[in-house]
Nanobody, 121 residues
Framework: QVHLVESGGGRVQPGGSLRLSCAAT????????MDWYRQPPGKQRELVAT???????NYADSVKGRFTISRDNAKNMVYLQMNSLKPEDTAVYYC???????????????WGKGILVTVSS
């Protein structure tokens, strides 16, 4: 089994920063890609940022220039550095990973349980 566990959420004032972390544990051969999604209150879940195993990144327009996604392949971890936070960034943030558990095995998608980020004065 594979588990994703997020950490680093909380409450921050507008303009502040937070760093989310996600650790993938279990039977893992490779992970590609790793992503962060978020679900604002009353809205649908949306993709925030993606990072591939070779470091390629992609961001939602709403977070470009403010958020940075990175990963540590050796530790099976992904991070989301969030700067210049706005009230509209308030959401539950989810870690997502496409995992291959053995060479030649099917790729399966896994989700973390989510962590709340609240941006409010």
């Amino acid at each position: 089994q594979v588990h994703l566990v997020e950490s680093g959420g909380g409450r921050v004032q507008p303009g502040g920063s937070l760093r989310l972390s996600c650790a993938a544990t279990g039977s893992i051969f490779s992970i590609n890609p790793m992503d962060w999604y978020r679900q604002p209150p009353g809205k649908q879940r949306e993709l925030v940022a993606t990072v591939t195993s070779d470091g390629g990144t992609n961001y939602a327009d709403s977070v470009k220039g403010r958020f940075t996604i990175s990963r540590d392949n050796a530790k099976n971890m992904v991070y989301l550095q969030m700067n210049s936070l706005k009230p509209e960034d308030t959401a539950v943030y989810y870690c997502h990973a496409e995992v291959r558990r053995a060479p030649g095995a099917y790729v399966m998608a896994y989700w973390g349980k989510g962590i709340l980020v609240t941006v409010s004065s």
